[in-house]
């Protein structure tokens, strides 16, 4: 078999300001943007890498999530426990600066990991926890 990751799906709640997190802090090339207001389906991935996405989408908006679902998943969004992604850099300080420098939300500094990685980490704007790794 031979399968790859394609794409992966995080949620957004304001999709102007998460697409200029992923386009202008993370560097992400925009590679679609559909819909409009709140309702954008918006895919970024990193230059050189067009077989490998992140599909920012608004979140709940399949008609078989119940508004307890919808309102649970705004409440974990809100806190910062809804989505995840880990990304990784050959230059963890300068990715850091970088994205520290766009008023992203810090986390975690570069740190040394007791299980053998160093990373960092940050909050993108609909609270989505972006993990950092270094590659060595």
Not at 32 to 60: C, F, H, N
Not at 117 to 135: K, M, S, T, V
Request: proline share 7%; charged share 25%; hydrophobic share 40%.
């Amino acid at each position: 078999m031979d399968i790859t990751i394609h794409t992966s799906a995080l949620p957004h709640d304001d999709p102007d300001a998460s697409l200029a997190f992923y386009r202008d802090a993370l560097g992400f090339e925009v590679r679609s943007d559909v819909g409009q207001g709140k309702m954008r389906w918006i895919t970024v991935g990193p230059a050189g890498q067009p077989e490998t996405s992140i599909l920012l989408a608004p979140p709940a908006v399949d008609p078989g999530i119940t508004e307890d679902e919808r309102r649970t998943i705004a409440e974990m969004m809100a806190k910062g426990t809804y989505g995840w992604i880990l990304l990784a850099t050959r230059n963890l300080d300068a990715t850091f600066e970088k994205v520290r420098s766009a008023d992203a939300e810090v986390v975690q500094e570069p740190t040394e990991q007791p299980y053998g990685i160093r990373d960092c980490a940050f909050r993108d704007p609909a609270g989505n926890l972006i993990r950092i790794q270094e590659l060595r």
